[in-house]
């Protein structure tokens, strides 16, 4: 993995982390902010800037790849470095509950 992508993205925003786990599947922004929204019963709202600003990062470091259009909408998926990146900062995360869980 290039330490540019690990760099910025290791470890990870709740967004990145949250597109890049929405993106298992073929979406959108719009379904993505959706689905996040769900994820969390509402407490993480993702703003469009900030999801558009995001897809368009992601897509350039090759964590994100368009598929398609639908409805004058981009369809994007996850690569397989993302779903890498991906893996990495679920470990990182269950690493720290096992640690906090430990200290408790």
């Known amino acids: 993995m290039d330490q540019h992508i690990k760099k910025v993205y290791v470890p990870m925003t709740e967004t990145a982390f949250y597109i890049l786990l929405c ?4 979406n959108h922004g719009y379904g993505i902010v959706q689905k996040v929204e769900k994820l ?12 558009y600003g995001s897809l ?5 470091d090759g964590l994100i790849k368009f598929v398609r259009e639908e409805d004058k909408r981009k369809i994007y998926i996850i690569t397989d470095l993302g ?5 990495i900062e679920r470990r990182r995360i269950e690493r720290l509950y096992r640690i ?3 200290e408790i």
Do not use: F, N, Y
């Not at 993106?23 to 073929?26: A, D, H, M, N």
């Open 40 to 51: 969390t019963d509402g407490i993480i709202r993702l703003a469009p800037g900030t999801m």
């Open 23 to 26: 993106l298992r599947k073929p």
């Open 100 to 102: 906090a869980q430990e």
């Open 56 to 60: 368009s990062k992601m897509e350039k």
């Open 83 to 87: 779903s890498e990146v991906l893996e």
